[in-house]
């Protein structure tokens, strides 16, 4: 069956969450491994979760992987077994070629080690940059805080956000077409009839079993977080009302506005946190680039412009 789900991108959920995966594990890209995620103990020790001939992946690196992750993150996929198993499967396979590399003495070839060598500068310079350019940890006050909402409020304007019912049927097969148009129309029919009833014919007809159980409800959300076809019907709907029947790419939506919010500035009390993170990134990311500056102003520095004239003349 097609996604039911108003929302898009919901069922792209295994494929970003694999994404992320290999984000984390070792071997594909140390620096920015180390910068997407705390470091990972990756040791074959623990339980083992699954197995692939000599290789396996043990509940201790599974279990940092899922700690590594933000929390929503971390709890979208532990509701999606079939992302986490493919992480588990790219994984073990990771570990197979890497167990055939070693056996052929890849890391010993010199451009292996280069780039080994490389990766571990980088990974030392980015470590002792962040310990020596801490920011203190009353940092930003509450006056900077302020300034700095003051000084962005037209950028914290958050969008009107509805909250949808919806009857879902999906459309497998496209034979069915006609069928299951006139269910929908009638289902939307009988709702417009008696929009009190919208939720029990939701909980009995809907194919999106998710809100089907919330009497159809999908939650608050903006426009632009529902399938293309139906948000100009949602846009054009007041609260209480139901649509004519939509059909979308997954099937044919029935449509109740329950609730309206209208567009708003948002406070400084729910943009504290992010507006914090975001003045002590940029504050340690000023502090580092201070370092780096006192650095280049301890001795002379002397650049050979004939030496560096040869080096761009080379050809590649």
Do not use: C
Request: proline letters at 7%; a neutral charge.
């Amino acid at each position: 069956m097609k996604k039911p789900s108003l929302v898009i991108g919901a069922g792209a959920l295994a494929l970003l969450v694999v994404g992320v995966g290999l984000a984390l594990r070792p071997g594909v890209d140390p620096v920015a491994a180390q910068q997407a995620a705390p470091a990972i103990d990756l040791e074959p020790s623990g339980p083992a979760v699954a197995r692939l001939g000599n290789q396996q992946v043990a509940l201790p690196e599974l279990t940092a992987l899922l700690a590594a992750l933000p929390e929503e993150s971390r709890q979208q996929l532990r509701g999606n077994r079939p992302a986490l198993e493919t992480w588990i499967r790219s994984r073990l396979a990771q570990k197979a070629v890497l167990e055939q590399a070693d056996a052929q003495g890849w890391r010993q070839r010199p451009e292996v080690e280069q780039q080994m060598r490389a990766a571990t500068e980088q990974i030392v310079f980015r470590d002792y940059m962040l310990s020596v350019s801490q920011v203190p940890p009353g940092y930003p006050s509450e006056a900077e805080l302020q300034q700095a909402y003051d000084s962005g409020k037209a950028g914290w304007m958050t969008p009107a956000l509805y909250r949808v019912s919806q009857i879902f049927l999906a459309l497998d097969d496209p034979q069915s077409l006609d069928s299951v148009r006139r269910q929908a129309q009638e289902l939307s029919r009988r709702a417009q009839a008696a929009p009190a009833e919208f939720g029990a014919l939701a909980a009995q007809y809907s194919q999106d079993r998710e809100s089907a159980r919330r009497g159809g409800d999908s939650g608050l959300q903006p426009l632009q977080q529902l399938v293309p076809e139906v948000r100009g019907v949602v846009a054009r709907l007041k609260p209480g009302s139901v649509s004519d029947a939509v059909q979308s790419a997954a099937g044919f939506h029935v449509l109740k506005l329950v609730e309206q919010q209208p567009a708003r500035l948002a406070s400084l009390d729910e943009l504290r946190e992010r507006l914090t993170q975001a003045l002590r990134a940029q504050r340690q990311e000023q502090i580092a680039k201070a370092y780096l500056e006192g650095m280049l102003n301890t001795a002379t520095l002397s650049i050979d412009g004939a030496q560096l004239n040869k080096v761009l003349e080379e050809p590649l």
